[in-house]
């Protein structure tokens, strides 16, 4: 097998490697391909966008390389106090709420405890932040355990139909992307090129 080519195993010229028939395979594809990946590059490109100019982007940018001032080794009370005085202030905004998780973040100039409520019926409610020194409530805010541009980007709005509609949808695109790379290997034929005209010819 040493010193054979894919031509000599395949023929360029047998059905499986024809030119033309790749080609239409490709067209085919390419069409509800294209719907598809408009929609996810769309999709993608709010999710990059939020998640870019974000605030909570922006706060672990400015925090990335600084020292936390709370320690394994710090006493109880270091994490103890600021848990206790938040779940008074979200006990007095959303009394009974029942408490979904709790994000402790102590680097910074700004330390917070962030607590995630929910609704008695069940399903995401609020999200409290409140400063870790003084308890007091810094921003109340919607809460959903997902934000909205993430489940449109992976079909997951749309129900459990959704995302097997994006398993489709990814498959056509490897599908499309399989059948281009025959094509253009097919278009190819025998050329004898060296070096960097063998990929871009």
Do not use: C
Not at 49 to 74: H, K, W, Y
Not at 89 to 98: C, F, I, L, M, R
Not at 100 to 127: L, S, Y
Request: hydrophobic share 45%; glycine share 10%.
């Amino acid at each position: 097998m040493i010193g054979l080519s894919l031509e000599d195993i395949l023929p360029v010229n047998t059905p499986r490697f024809d030119s033309r028939f790749w080609r239409q395979w490709h067209r085919w594809i390419g069409f509800p391909a294209a719907l598809f990946l408009l929609f996810a590059a769309t999709t993608g490109l709010l999710v990059a966008g939020t998640e870019f100019f974000g605030e909570e982007e922006a706060l672990r940018e400015a925090t990335r390389d600084l020292v936390s001032s709370v320690n394994v080794t710090s006493p109880p009370s270091a994490t103890a106090t600021p848990l206790s005085m938040a779940l008074v202030t979200a006990a007095v905004t959303s009394p009974g709420a029942p408490i979904d998780k709790i994000e402790m973040q102590f680097k910074g100039d700004g330390p917070t405890v962030t607590v995630f409520t929910g609704k008695p019926t069940g399903g995401e409610a609020r999200r409290l932040v409140i400063d870790a020194r003084t308890g007091a409530l810094l921003r109340n805010e919607d809460y959903t355990d997902k934000p909205f541009l993430k489940r449109l980007h992976s079909g997951e709005w749309f129900g459990d139909g959704g995302l097997v509609f994006a398993m489709f949808w990814a498959l056509a695109l490897i599908a499309l992307t399989i059948s281009g790379l025959l094509v253009y290997y097919t278009m190819r034929g025998n050329r004898e090129l060296k070096g960097i005209k063998r990929v871009f010819w």
